[in-house]
């Protein structure tokens, strides 16, 4: 007998027998408006009032209430006995990337140019202050003494100069994460995108800030031992921000362990998307490197379009992609937002 699916209020759950849908339908704890999925339905979930056989509780007012996408966080691909079989293949998810990223594109391009303009103020105004507040320019006046560098006004110079670069480097973690989880995600679902998105990190900066030091604190560890027992954890905690935006409530340190159980399996897999982004990359990079041995004019006209090119397409492309990749891993139990 096939295996049902079904999502009231955001939330998906299943596998159940048909005979349970039929309850759930006739109590009330499943209304007409609400997504339903068996394996016949291929790609596409659908409401529960398209199902032959179904008699709701609910009032006939709410029948067309459906949505035209399934819940993002369930897909075809995850259905067997158990609610999963594996995750679509990397071609499908950047497809999924591309046709969200229709129309869309110049959106993000906008929320990216803006991100970039705040960090070239931010580091232009850091760059502006007095020289007495230059960790250099106390050193160079230290010229080397131990006693110099022991006193009182260069240790206050190196507070002040990390505080400054710690906050610098804040800003730069929640913009980022703005347009890179928060703006990808709502691309890659259909939801609505919008250059706010960019600052919406802000509104829950400590919690942001303090899973981005967990990741980077295991990450360097793991980098000690080796390069690759570094890139390896790197991809473990690589969806930590994304089931952040999915579960307000949930800490830091849960969601980067939560990474880390949902990935197990699939750093690979996520490896082999983005190495086919660097190949885009590279291949971008190819006229005007192959133009350096014969002009360097027209090598470094080349290169202002290749790196156009790379950060305003191929860069919303393997965001947005990513994105897919982490909406599709079988292991979620959270819902969407």
Request: hydrophobic share 50%; proline share 5%; net charge neutral.
């Amino acid at each position: 007998m096939s295996a049902w699916y079904y999502a009231v209020n955001g939330e998906r759950s299943g596998p159940v027998e048909f005979s349970e849908l039929e309850r759930l339908a006739r109590d009330g704890g499943l209304r007409a408006g609400d997504l339903v999925w068996t394996a016949d339905f291929g790609e596409q979930w659908k409401p529960a009032w398209t199902v032959d056989g179904l008699v709701f509780g609910d009032a006939p007012s709410v029948a067309h209430e459906a949505a035209s996408r399934p819940p993002a966080a369930f897909s075809a691909h995850e259905a067997d006995s158990s609610g999963r079989t594996g995750l679509e293949p990397v071609q499908d998810l950047c497809r999924q990337a591309r046709e969200a990223l229709r129309g869309r594109y110049g959106t993000m391009i906008g929320a990216m140019l803006i991100m970039i303009v705040i960090k070239m103020a931010v580091d232009f105004l850091v760059s502006s202050l007095p020289l007495e507040f230059s960790l250099k320019e106390s050193i160079t006046r230290s010229e080397g003494s131990l006693q110099a560098m022991a006193s009182p006004d260069f240790l206050a110079v190196l507070l002040i100069t990390l505080a400054i670069q710690g906050v610098v480097m804040c800003v730069n973690v929640l913009l980022q994460y703005g347009v890179s989880t928060v703006m990808a995600l709502n691309i890659a679902r259909n939801d609505a995108a919008e250059v706010g998105n960019l600052f919406e990190g802000f509104a829950d900066g400590w919690r942001i800030l303090w899973a981005a030091g967990i990741m980077g604190l295991k990450m360097l560890l793991w980098s000690l031992l080796f390069i690759i027992p570094g890139i390896v954890a790197s991809y473990s905690y690589s969806m930590t921000l994304f089931i952040l935006r999915d579960n307000p409530g949930m800490k830091a340190a849960e969601a980067v362990r939560e990474s880390k159980r949902i990935m197990t399996g699939y750093k690979g897999k996520l490896l082999g998307m983005h190495a086919w982004f660097m190949l885009l990359a590279l291949l971008c990079m190819l006229p005007p490197f192959a133009a350096m041995l014969f002009s360097p004019v027209m090598a470094a006209v080349l290169m202002v379009p290749a790196v156009l090119v790379i950060v305003f397409w191929i860069g919303p492309y393997a965001t947005v992609a990513s994105a897919q990749f982490y909406r599709h891993l079988p292991g979620r139990t959270h819902g969407d937002r």
